[in-house]
T-cell receptor, first 111, second 113 residues
Framework: DAMVIQNPRYQVTQFGKPVTLSCSQTLNHNVMYWYQQKSSQAPKLLFHYYDKDFNNEADTPDNFQSRRPNTSFCFLDIRSPGLGDAAMYLC??????????FGPGTRLTVL | AQKVTQAQTEISVVEKEDVTLDCVYETRDTTYYLFWYKQPPSGELVFLIRRNSFDEQNEISGRYSWNFQKSTSSFNFTITASQVVDSAVYFCALSEGDDKIIFGKGTRLHILP
């Protein structure tokens, strides 16, 4: 089945220790998104790629970076996680201007 | 200004009751898309429906139905004969013709056995 896969599902890191979250897709969609979702809140868009064209949201902290080495994979790098970065991180994909399909998410804990 | 308003923060109903989740949106675009997503306790956002602004026909899918009314800028979601498995957070969302979608704050639905 075509799908969006996120690894790991649960990630524990220490304060200030860099962490990388992974997203892959078999849908062959050209747009990929990273969202942050904190408890009892709506998902918040961090950035998205249209093919290799990177689009950063204005209020996304510099601490968050992303890489998309190819169509199938996209990574979220958190350079120095703080306690406030503990959240669910959701990856989504879509065709251009079409429905977004989400992965299962990675729950990040910062100790 | 909030573009997608889900006024009901939390709803509880007894199993087999019908329940309607409200969604009011705001946009100046004539072409736009409306969505509903379900987020069960596992955390994954599950796509339920996408509706474009030119199609005001109501949609029914099993126990789920959606009522789109441009005159009131609403896109309400009804679950008929609710089941415990329907317990989740439901998000209404709006896309204004670009790659981004704007989520409402969500409605947490509890179906009590």
């Amino acid at each position: 089945d075509a799908m969006v896969i996120q690894n790991p599902r649960y990630q524990v890191t220490q304060f200030g220790k860099p962490v990388t979250l992974s997203c892959s897709q078999t849908l062959n969609h050209n747009v990929m998104y990273w969202y942050q979702q904190k408890s009892s809140q709506a998902p918040k868009l961090l950035f998205h790629y249209y093919d290799k064209d990177f689009n950063n949201e204005a209020d996304t902290p510099d601490n968050f970076q992303s890489r998309r080495p190819n169509t199938s994979f996209c990574f979220l790098d958190i350079r120095s996680p703080g306690l406030g970065d503990a959240a669910m991180y959701l990856c989504a994909t879509s065709r251009r201007l079409d429905t977004q399909y989400f992965g299962p998410g990675t729950r990040l804990t910062v100790l | 200004a909030q573009k997608v308003t889900q006024a009901q923060t939390e709803i509880s109903v007894v199993e087999k009751e019908d329940v309607t989740l409200d969604c009011v949106y705001e946009t100046r675009d004539t072409t736009y898309y409306l969505f509903w997503y379900k987020q069960p306790p596992s955390g994954e956002l599950v796509f339920l429906i996408r509706r474009n602004s030119f199609d005001e026909q109501n949609e029914i899918s099993g126990r789920y139905s959606w009522n789109f009314q441009k005159s009131t800028s609403s896109f309400n979601f009804t679950i008929t004969a609710s089941q415990v498995v329907d317990s989740a957070v439901y998000f209404c969302a709006l896309s204004e013709g670009d790659d981004k979608i704007i989520f409402g704050k969500g409605t947490r639905l509890h179906i009590l056995p």
